[in-house]
């Protein structure tokens, strides 16, 4: 086998298609990454753009994040119609095409790519601006963090998706019990404090 099979995989036949089915455990890195990148970057974007308006800002996260999560609502209520009306391949070109003809699918699936390449750098960008921040001494080699994580990516989804989905689990399951930890280590803290919790860093007077 050449280093570029071993590296992507062999090639498979479409009678084996049934046993790359994945299950619940692949599906959440392989399919649920983008929600789960927006909810460690997202807040921190919306308070990243408050900051000039002061502690006045505080006072619109509720409505940013109330909207955040109607729009999730409705995401998951059209998910919920299309994965019942299209069983077994749903995608937005298929719905599209099927529904409203075919410039809207061709409309859907440029739309797609754009977001997925947008939603590539950004998660990316994010994740290795955290990881400078929390190592200063890698500042000067983040351009190349950058390409590195995403030549990874790209070679992990070029397996297939029941191969990233098993490769992408553990950080995925980290990251999500990581997420949970602390929320519960701040309810848990404000609950002692009556609500104020005493800052990390006081801030100036």
């Given at each position: 086998?050449?280093i570029?099979g071993?590296i992507?995989?062999?090639?498979l036949?479409n ?14 890195p392989?399919?649920g990454?983008?929600?789960?990148g ?19 800002g ?7 994040m109330?909207?955040?999560?109607g729009?999730l609502a409705?995401?998951?209520?059209s ?5 019942a ?19 809207a699918s ?8 754009v ?25 000067a080699?983040?351009l190349w963090l ?8 790209t ?13 992408f ?5 980290l990251f ?11 309810v ?9 919790p005493?800052?990390a860093?006081?801030p100036?007077?």
């Amino acid at each position: 086998m050449s280093i570029l099979g071993w590296i992507l995989g062999r090639r498979l036949a479409n009678q084996e298609q049934s046993q790359r089915k994945i299950g619940v455990f692949e599906a959440v890195p392989a399919m649920g990454l983008d929600g789960l990148g927006s909810s460690a970057y997202g807040p921190e974007a919306a308070l990243t753009i408050l900051i000039p308006l002061g502690a006045a800002g505080l006072g619109y996260i509720g409505p940013i994040m109330g909207a955040i999560v109607g729009l999730l609502a409705v995401l998951y209520l059209s998910y919920r119609q299309t994965i019942a009306a299209y069983p077994s391949n749903g995608g937005a070109y298929i719905v599209s095409r099927e529904n409203l003809g075919r410039n809207a699918s061709l409309l859907a699936a440029s739309a797609l790519m754009v977001d997925y390449v947008l939603n590539v750098a950004v998660g990316i960008s994010a994740g290795v601006g955290a990881l400078v921040s929390a190592l200063p001494s890698l500042h000067a080699y983040t351009l190349w963090l950058c390409l590195g994580i995403l030549l990874l990516v790209t070679v992990v989804n070029l397996r297939g998706t029941l191969d990233s989905g098993r490769l992408f689990a553990l950080p995925t399951y980290l990251f999500v019990v990581s997420f949970l930890t602390i929320l519960a280590i701040g309810v848990w803290k404000a609950s002692l404090s009556g609500g104020q919790p005493s800052p990390a860093i006081p801030p100036p007077p």
